[in-house]
């Protein structure tokens, strides 16, 4: 672990932000690290790397899924994931379903928006799709959806991060008062825009490479 940056993040989402740890590519003995400090959300992407780490680690981590979800690797993962955070269409929301369902589990979900224009890699859904994949999902009995997920563009121009992320906020609350307080998790920030998300009202960052690397 990285003390400084841990303690300059867990200062600044301190009694605003959930912390979601990036532990992709990272070592079981880097995770424990953190473990040992007392954090119990992790994210991967990958979900061959999901489901070895959730094999080798204590079984009180929350696993979250952050990646593109491909259909056929949904039955390894669910059973050990606390929240996929990268639900990207109706179609993936129907598999989750029928595989939550064969194992008697009600699957949380975040569903991920893409926001920042052409600038970044193009991850998630467009906000036209929201009430159309919100309403389906609220109608799956295994499928739980909790909120949005959303990342920054690929800039460092922060007037354009704050537009982006003053939309997610946007279409979070506007989703919240549709659907209610159910929809409860607005997921932004990553290791070089988390401060500017929170000033945002990010309510979970997902933080890798700035905890774990000098
Ligand atoms: C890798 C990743 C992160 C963390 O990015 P860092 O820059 O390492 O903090 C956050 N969210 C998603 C969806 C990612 O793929």
Not at 109 to 134: I, M, W, Y
Not at 176 to 196: A, F, N, V
Request: proline share 3%; net charge negative; glycine share 6%.
């Amino acid at each position: 672990m990285i003390r400084e940056h841990y303690d300059l993040v867990k200062k600044n989402t301190a009694g605003k932000a959930a912390l979601c740890i990036v532990s992709k590519h990272r070592s079981t003995d880097e995770i424990l690290s953190y473990y040992e400090a007392g954090e119990r959300i992790f994210a991967e992407n990958r979900a061959d790397e999901l489901v070895a780490k959730a094999e080798a680690l204590p079984k009180d981590i929350e696993w979250h899924f952050i990646g593109h979800l491909q259909r056929n690797k949904v039955r390894r993962i669910l059973p050990v994931t606390a929240m996929i955070q990268s639900l990207d269409s109706i179609e993936l929301a129907d598999v989750i379903e029928k595989e939550a369902a064969c194992i008697n589990k009600v699957m949380p979900v975040l569903a991920e928006f893409h926001l920042a224009g052409e600038d970044t890699n193009k991850s998630g859904l467009p906000a036209d799709q929201a009430d159309t994949l919100f309403e389906h999902c609220l109608a799956l009995p295994h499928v739980r959806i909790e909120g949005i997920m959303v990342m920054g563009p690929h800039t460092d121009n922060e007037k354009r991060i704050t537009e982006v992320f003053e939309e997610a906020r946007k279409l979070f609350l506007s989703l919240q008062e549709k659907y209610g307080k159910e929809i409860r998790i607005l997921s932004m920030g990553m290791s070089s825009d988390y401060e500017t998300a929170l000033r945002c009202g990010s309510g979970m960052v997902r933080i890798g490479t700035y905890l774990f690397q000098e």
